[in-house]
């Protein structure tokens, strides 16, 4: 099926409109009004739910090997995650994920 190019910017107008609608929904009619309590508490873990939801497919299934799971990110994503415990710094544990990675991926091959 070919899209003409209208429908596929039809198709990135609509998803944009939406999403500033998501957004603003929240933050726009908001306003300067106190969030309550419960709700700050909630939001304090976006975040980090959001990171390991974009980083486990990279590690379960990365593009690099077809889909199929290699010691060298299994290695990389436990060092992160020690890193992380120990140090309690996000960049030590990106910067110490990276570093295994690719001393596996250079030792691995």
């Known amino acids: 099926m070919t899209m003409s190019d209208g429908y596929v910017w039809g198709i ?6 939406g999403s500033f609608l998501i957004r603003f929904s929240f933050l ?4 300067s009004r106190q ?3 419960w709700l700050l508490r909630h ?4 975040p980090v739910a959001v990171l390991p939801a974009l980083v486990a497919p990279l590690v379960l ?12 990110r299994l290695t990389a994503a436990a060092a992160t995650v020690l890193v992380g415990l120990l140090t309690r710094q996000v ?3 990106i910067l110490g994920g990276a570093v295994v990675l690719y001393t596996m991926l250079w030792l691995v091959g």
């Open 12 to 17: 990135i107008a609509g998803l944009g409109i």
């Open 28 to 31: 726009g009619m908001i306003g």
């Open 35 to 37: 969030l309550p309590e």
């Open 43 to 46: 939001l304090r873990y976006a």
């Open 61 to 72: 299934w990365p593009q690099a090997t077809g889909g199929e799971p290699d010691p060298a």
């Open 91 to 93: 960049l030590f544990a």
